[in-house]
């Protein structure tokens, strides 16, 4: 299994960016995907979270300018980034709760390769 982001790149402040990440391999179910953040030198932090049916969460840092949502038929979840900030600049960490085969009984926990964001002033 393996989690491919897409979608970081430079824009302005106020600016608006979409990252993509898509899950492949032999996929049995997908619980929570998840986009994370890390700035270097800090902690990792949670962006927003979107299980597999319920209500989407956000970092308080990213309410109201941030939506996620998913699309099961694709094992795609998608981040919708809107009036960007400066401090919003790192990179981003799609990841997801999967279940594979042939051990399909078993979740497991998986990360992107991220993708940079950077918003400029």
């Known amino acids: 299994v393996q989690l491919q982001a897409s979608g970081g790149g430079l824009v302005q402040s106020g600016g608006s960016l979409s990252l993509s990440c898509a899950a492949s391999?032999?996929?049995?179910?997908?619980?929570?995907m998840a986009w994370y953040r890390q700035a270097p030198g800090k902690q990792r932090e949670l962006v927003a979270t979107i299980p597999s049916h319920g209500v989407a969460t956000f970092a308080d840092s990213v309410k109201g300018r941030f939506a996620i949502s998913r699309d099961n038929a694709k094992n795609t979840v998608y981040l919708s980034m809107n009036r960007l900030k400066p401090e919003d600049t790192t990179v981003y960490y799609c990841n997801a709760d999967i279940r594979s085969f042939p051990n399909w009984g078993t979740t497991k926990n998986y990360w992107g390769q991220g993708t940079l964001v950077t918003v400029s002033s």
């Open positions: 391999g032999n996929i049995f179910s997908i619980n929570a």
